[in-house]
């Protein structure tokens, strides 16, 4: 039996890169997953698979996750949400005042309003299933810096709003551990993603990048790795020339941040 043989999954922006491996991991383990996505390609992203039900719903609207909260509890509760979904652009500090509002509502709506409305609905859920894991996938810029081109200076609100992350993961985590509920992030660096090949020309990543950037299912592998491990409020990095794992617990006031 899979390590989370009759739990329940959710995973949001799920219809292609890191999203897909996570619902596909989670299902290969055991899960029934719920995968859901603004794009309508997310129905035909897991064609054949039977223990994965996608949905087009958007995270950031609070009837798409009730509709998406409600699907999930009919298949026996829930256990685990994956908080995937999220969006990158370039927003300059000398942008206009009106481009910067709108790049706000863009980039928060999904990357911080979706997580908190996603979470929020599925805890009494998971509460009584007996408790299970809530994922919050950030990013390495939030971590101490490894190589040149952590946290470029155009992208203020994506940076921003993956740093908002860390108080919902350490808030969470230290409120719910009560209920046997863990709450993490996943804060990766360069991973072969729709997100990452859309920086460049026809979507092709340069061929030294291309050698060595992370694989999405590498990552999912983490984050199974991470849920067997049981632990709680912490960031967990992965870096591009590293060995991708789960470093030594840490102590309380460094979880976040070291």
């Given at each position: 039996m899979?390590?989370?043989?009759n739990?329940?999954?959710?995973?949001?922006?799920?219809?292609?890169?890191?999203?897909?491996?996570f619902?596909?991991r989670l299902a290969?383990?055991?899960?029934?997953?719920v995968?859901?996505?603004?794009?309508a390609?997310?129905?035909?992203?897991?064609?054949?698979?039977?223990?994965?039900?996608?949905?087009?719903a958007?995270?950031?609207?609070?009837?798409?996750?009730?509709k998406?909260i409600?699907?999930?509890?009919?298949?026996?509760?829930i256990?685990?949400?994956?908080?995937n979904?999220?969006?990158?652009?370039?927003?300059?500090?000398?942008?206009?005042?009106?481009?910067?509002?709108?790049?706000?509502?863009?980039?928060?709506?999904?990357?911080?309003?979706?997580?908190?409305?996603?979470?929020?609905?599925?805890?009494?859920?998971i509460?009584?299933?007996?408790?299970?894991d809530?994922?919050?996938?950030?990013?390495y810029?939030?971590?101490p810096?490894?190589?040149?081109?952590t946290?470029?200076?155009?992208?203020?609100?994506?940076?921003?709003s993956?740093?908002?992350?860390n108080?919902?993961?350490d808030?969470?985590?230290?409120?719910?551990?009560?209920?046997?509920?863990r709450?993490?992030?996943?804060?990766?660096?360069?991973t072969?993603?729709?997100?990452?090949?859309?920086?460049?020309p026809?979507?092709q990543?340069?061929?030294?990048?291309?050698?060595?950037v992370?694989?999405?299912?590498?990552?999912?592998?983490?984050?199974?790795?991470?849920?067997?491990?049981?632990?709680?409020?912490?960031n967990?990095?992965?870096?591009?020339?590293h060995?991708?794992?789960l470093?030594?617990r840490?102590?309380?006031?460094?979880?976040m941040?070291?």
């Amino acid at each position: 039996m899979g390590t989370l043989e009759n739990k329940v999954a959710i995973v949001s922006g799920a219809a292609q890169g890191l999203g897909k491996s996570f619902a596909e991991r989670l299902a290969k383990e055991g899960a029934r997953v719920v995968a859901f996505d603004t794009q309508a390609a997310i129905n035909s992203a897991f064609n054949g698979n039977k223990n994965i039900k996608p949905l087009i719903a958007d995270v950031s609207k609070r009837l798409d996750v009730e509709k998406v909260i409600a699907t999930a509890a009919s298949l026996g509760g829930i256990h685990v949400v994956v908080n995937n979904a999220g969006k990158w652009k370039k927003t300059p500090v000398t942008s206009s005042w009106e481009q910067a509002v709108a790049d706000w509502d863009e980039i928060m709506d999904t990357n911080f309003k979706g997580v908190m409305l996603l979470s929020r609905a599925a805890v009494p859920h998971i509460i009584k299933s007996g408790g299970g894991d809530i994922i919050n996938i950030s990013t390495y810029y939030v971590l101490p810096a490894r190589s040149d081109g952590t946290n470029p200076p155009d992208t203020d609100l994506y940076a921003a709003s993956k740093w908002a992350l860390n108080g919902f993961t350490d808030a969470w985590a230290k409120s719910l551990a009560k209920h046997n509920i863990r709450v993490n992030g996943m804060c990766m660096g360069a991973t072969d993603s729709p997100m990452l090949r859309g920086l460049f020309p026809d979507k092709q990543l340069p061929p030294d990048m291309a050698a060595t950037v992370m694989s999405p299912d590498a990552i999912a592998g983490q984050m199974i790795d991470l849920m067997r491990d049981g632990r709680t409020g912490e960031n967990i990095g992965a870096w591009v020339g590293h060995p991708i794992g789960l470093p030594p617990r840490k102590a309380a006031h460094l979880r976040m941040t070291d």
